[in-house]
C-alpha cells in the first residue's frame, strides 16, 4: 500500500469522521464540536477547526491531525495499520479538503484561488501523461487533478502531494505549486529499508511506470521514495532519509544532480548513486522515453 502522508493529512477530518457515522453536536463558522469519539466525553469538548485541519480535545489537552485521531480511534501506534483503516473509509472517493490556501504567485501574476483536489480522471492530463511514457495506472494511483482560478481563468493540472500538503503541478504549459513547497515521500510498506530519491515527481512516475511494464512492481513495493520537487530542498529531505539504511539516488544527470549525491553522500553512509544505469540521457523520463542528449 503506498502512501503520500502529505495527502492522508489533507483528508478533511469532519468529512471523514461523518463517513464512520459521527456527527458534530454543533456546527459553528470556524469549527464544528463533538463528543470524543475515542472516550466517554458527556459535555462535547472535541473540537475539529475547519481552517487548520486539526483536533483538539479540551478536555485532556490533546490534538493532532487526522493520523494522530487514528491513533486514538484505533488504539495503535501503528501509522500503516491507521492509515489501512482511514483509507477504507476515503477509497470510494477521495475525500480532501475542496478548498486549499496559497500564496503562490507565478509569472504571469496573481494568486491561485479556488483550489480543489479531485481524482485523476481529465483526458487531456492522462493524454499528457502518456506523451511523457507515464502509464494511466500509475499516473491514477500516485497524482491528483488539481483545479484553480488565476486572474479571470481557470486552469486545471496533474498535481503530486507533498510532505506539508501542497501540490506540485504540471501540465503542458504551466510548472508550479499550490500552497507550499516541499519534499514528498512515498511510503510502499511498514519497515521498508531503502529509499529512492528522485529530483522530480515525473522521475518517480518513471521509475514505476518501468517497474510495471518489466514486472519489478513487487520489489518496488520493498522501499520507500523521496521526491525532492527541487534540488534547493535537499536539505530538507535530509531528515526523512534520516531513518533509511540504503539510499539509493536517482537524480538528473547534471552538474546539480551530481552535487546533491556528493553533499549526500558527505553527510551520511549507504548512498548509492544510480545514475550510470541512465548514462546518456538527461533523466529517468528521457531513459523512459528514449530521448537521448542532444549531442
Avoid at 500564496?103 to 493524454?127: I, M, Q, Y
Avoid at 501540490?167 to 500552497?179: A, D, I, L, Q, S
Avoid at 539504511?245 to 547534471?254: E, G, W, Y
Wanted: net charge neutral; proline share 3%.
Amino acid at each position: 500500500m503506498a502512501v503520500n502522508f502529505g495527502e492522508i493529512k489533507r483528508i478533511d477530518i469532519i468529512v471523514f469522521l461523518d463517513r464512520i457515522g459521527i456527527r458534530p453536536v454543533r456546527n459553528y463558522q470556524a469549527y464544528a464540536l463533538f463528543r470524543a469519539p475515542y472516550r466517554e466525553d458527556r459535555h462535547p469538548s472535541f473540537k475539529v477547526s475547519r481552517k487548520k485541519n486539526r483536533w483538539y480535545d479540551l478536555a485532556t489537552m490533546c490534538s493532532g491531525d487526522i493520523i494522530d485521531l487514528g491513533k486514538m480511534l484505533y488504539n495503535t501506534n501503528d501509522i500503516m495499520e491507521v492509515v489501512r483503516r482511514i483509507q477504507d473509509y476515503t477509497a470510494a472517493e477521495l475525500v480532501i479538503r475542496e478548498r486549499i490556501p496559497s500564496e503562490l504567485h507565478d509569472e504571469r501574476a496573481g494568486t491561485f484561488r479556488e483550489v480543489s483536489v479531485r481524482p485523476l480522471s481529465n483526458g487531456k492530463l492522462l493524454s499528457y501523461l502518456g506523451s511523457r511514457g507515464i502509464d494511466n495506472t500509475v499516473a491514477v494511483e500516485f497524482c491528483r487533478e488539481i483545479h484553480f482560478s488565476l486572474g479571470c481563468r481557470h486552469y486545471y493540472g496533474i498535481g503530486f502531494g507533498n510532505v506539508r500538503g501542497g501540490y506540485e503541478v504540471r501540465n503542458p504549459f504551466f510548472k508550479g505549486t499550490v500552497g507550499q513547497k516541499d519534499v514528498s515521500l512515498i511510503q510502499m510498506a511498514d519497515g521498508n529499508e531503502l529509499c529512492v530519491v528522485f529530483e522530480g515527481f515525473m522521475d518517480f512516475l518513471s521509475y514505476m511506470t518501468l517497474c510495471r511494464r518489466t514486472d519489478f512492481t513487487p520489489f518496488a513495493e520493498t522501499m520507500d521514495f523521496v521526491v525532492l520537487n527541487s534540488v534547493s530542498n535537499l536539505r530538507k529531505a535530509m531528515r526523512w532519509l534520516a531513518p533509511y539504511p540504503t539510499v539509493t539516488c536517482c537524480l538528473d544527470n547534471d552538474d546539480a544532480g551530481r552535487k546533491a549525491v556528493d553533499i549526500l553522500s558527505e553527510s551520511r553512509d549507504g548512498v548509492h548513486d544510480a545514475s550510470a544505469v541512465y548514462e546518456g540521457y538527461k533523466d529517468l523520463n528521457d531513459f523512459l522515453r528514449g530521448k537521448r542528449f542532444c549531442p
